[in-house]
C-alpha cells in the first residue's frame, strides 16, 4: 500500500499534477503545492489515474454497491475508476449529477445507473465539503446509502481561519458528520516522505523546507 502512494505522487509530480511553488489556496492560504486532478487530461494519464483510485478502493475492504461523481471534476474520476474496477474484476454501475436539473427528455438532476445500495462518492479532494454535502443528501433523497468518500490527495489541513483553526481537517470533520470514511490514495505526509527521499540533486528535493513549515502550520494530527 505504501508503494502504490509513493507510486501515486511522483505519477502526480511527473504530470504536472503536483506543482511546486507560490499558490493561493480556496482558504486564502499561500501554499508551497498545489494539486490540480483537471490535469489528468490526455487517455494514458487518465487511465492510470483511475487504476489508482480502483486499487485503493478495493484495498480499503469498503463494501460498495456503485460509484457516484459530483460534478464537475466527479463526473470524469468516476466514470473512469468503473472501467477500471471492471478491467480488475469488479463490474459496478457509476452515476453523477448535473449541476441544473434537465427539464425535458428523462429530466431530473442524476444521470447514468440509479443509485441503490452502497454508494462510494469520487472526487479529487475535499477542501469545505460542499461537494460531499450535496452528494450525501442526493444519495439519501434517492433511499440509497452514501459508504464512504474516495479522494486522490488528502492535504491534512486544518479547516478555518489562521485566528480561529479548527483541531481538525476538512477531511476528519467531513468523516464525523457523515459518519463514513474518507479515503485518499496519498496525502500530505505521503507527499513529504516523496520528498525526502528524494535526492538532493533532484528540482523537487528544494520545495522539501517550504512543504515541512506548512505542515508544521496547518496540519491536522
Not at 487517455?43 to 478495493?58: H, K, W
Not at 442526493?138 to 480561529?164: C, F, Q
Not at 468523516?175 to 525526502?196: E, R
Request: proline share 2%.
Amino acid at each position: 500500500m505504501k508503494n502504490l502512494k509513493q507510486e501515486f505522487i511522483r505519477f502526480s509530480v511527473d504530470a504536472g499534477v503536483i506543482r511546486f511553488g507560490e499558490f493561493v489556496t480556496k482558504a486564502g492560504r499561500n501554499s508551497p503545492y498545489f494539486f490540480n486532478a483537471g490535469l489528468f487530461n490526455d487517455g494514458a494519464n487518465l487511465g492510470r489515474i483511475a487504476d489508482f483510485y480502483a486499487q485503493t478502493l478495493l484495498d480499503s475492504g469498503i463494501e460498495f454497491d456503485m460509484l457516484f461523481g459530483p460534478a464537475y471534476k466527479g463526473i470524469t474520476l468516476a466514470s473512469a475508476t468503473a472501467v477500471a474496477l471492471a478491467a480488475k474484476g469488479r463490474n459496478v454501475p457509476f452515476a453523477y449529477n448535473r449541476k441544473e436539473a434537465k427539464d425535458h427528455g428523462e429530466g431530473g438532476t442524476i444521470v447514468g445507473a440509479g443509485l441503490q445500495g452502497k454508494v462510494v462518492i469520487i472526487d479529487d479532494v475535499i477542501s469545505a465539503g460542499t461537494s460531499v454535502r450535496e452528494s450525501v443528501d442526493m444519495i439519501r433523497h434517492a433511499g440509497a446509502t452514501p459508504s464512504a468518500v474516495l479522494i486522490a490527495l488528502d492535504r491534512m489541513e486544518r479547516s478555518g481561519k489562521d485566528d480561529a483553526l479548527s483541531a481538525h481537517s476538512a477531511v476528519q470533520e467531513v468523516s464525523q458528520t457523515y459518519g463514513m470514511p474518507v479515503i485518499s490514495i496519498a496525502n500530505l505526509n505521503d507527499l513529504f516522505d516523496c520528498l525526502s527521499a528524494a535526492g538532493a540533486d533532484t528540482q523537487i528535493a528544494r520545495h522539501k523546507d517550504a512543504v515541512a513549515a506548512y505542515r508544521q502550520r496547518y496540519g491536522a494530527i
